[in-house]
């Protein structure tokens, strides 16, 4: 019987190479994102391999979320497993510059949002005493660099919740675990500096930065372990990034 997946922020990047990777390996589709029209581009391709269900939401709102599990169909409504991908950074600015506004979506999309979603479907796996929940987090939950305050504390959230998830779960057999990216090259950047394509592809400029296919290859490895096995907590990075704040920068690349 294939397994389904629930992907938050299944339209770019991590999310959507996942998925695409997934359908590959038959697992059946639940795509979650706020972009309509991706979605079901991201449906029309993907569903020729599996069944795929798409719910178009902002995990900020929680009435939406709660809304969208209980309108899944029947054959949707178990879900095996739960990759908390929907995450943003706004900004890259000292803690006394920063916009309040930025801080409050990246508080309330990388942290309330995980939340949210989870305390949606976590009662189903309770209940069946299975599933597998996978936690997007990132080096900046490991360590904080300049500038990077706030959006660094909502990642070090993230961590804590999935140490705290994984403690809570742990008597109903639900496997529980993060994956750590650092440098990714996807449209993250672009957002953070809220559509400057120029400043955005500099970040990645000079080495070779991960790609969100990396990431989504390393996700189906933990999730495809036997189920003994749990992958608690991952870190990937680039070869070329050994933190944060240390890059092997070479012009030539």
Not at 40 to 61: M, P, S, Y
Not at 126 to 154: D, F, L, Q, W
Not at 229 to 250: E, F, G, R, Y
């Amino acid at each position: 019987m294939k397994k389904t997946a629930f992907i938050t922020g299944a339209t770019s990047g991590i999310g959507k190479c996942t998925a695409i990777l997934f359908a590959l390996k038959g697992f059946n589709l639940v795509l979650c994102g706020r972009r309509q029209d991706r979605l079901e581009a991201l449906k029309k391709e993907l569903g020729k391999e599996v069944q795929v269900h798409t719910l178009n939401f902002d995990v900020r709102n929680k009435e939406a979320v709660m809304e969208a599990v209980a309108s899944l169909p029947e054959e949707f409504k178990e879900i095996d497993i739960l990759i908390n991908n929907a995450g943003n950074a706004h900004g890259l600015d000292p803690i006394q510059d920063g916009n309040t506004d930025d801080w409050d979506s990246m508080l309330d999309i990388n942290v309330k949002g995980l939340l949210y979603v989870s305390k949606a479907l976590i009662p189903q796996m309770v209940e069946r005493k299975s599933g597998h929940i996978i936690n997007i987090g990132s080096t900046a939950g490991k360590e904080v660099y300049p500038k990077g305050n706030v959006y660094c504390a909502s990642k070090h959230a993230v961590d804590a919740i999935n140490q705290g998830m994984r403690i809570d779960l742990n008597p109903y057999g639900i496997r529980v675990g993060a994956v750590n990216p650092g440098l990714v090259e996807t449209e993250f950047s672009t957002v953070r500096f809220k559509g400057d394509e120029e400043r955005a592809e500099n970040v990645y400029k000079g080495f070779e930065p991960l790609k969100p296919e990396d990431i989504a290859d390393v996700i189906h490895f933990v999730v495809t372990r036997p189920y003994h096995v749990n992958i608690a907590d991952l870190i990937i990075m680039p070869t070329a990034q050994a933190s944060s704040t240390i890059l092997n920068k070479s012009e030539s690349i």
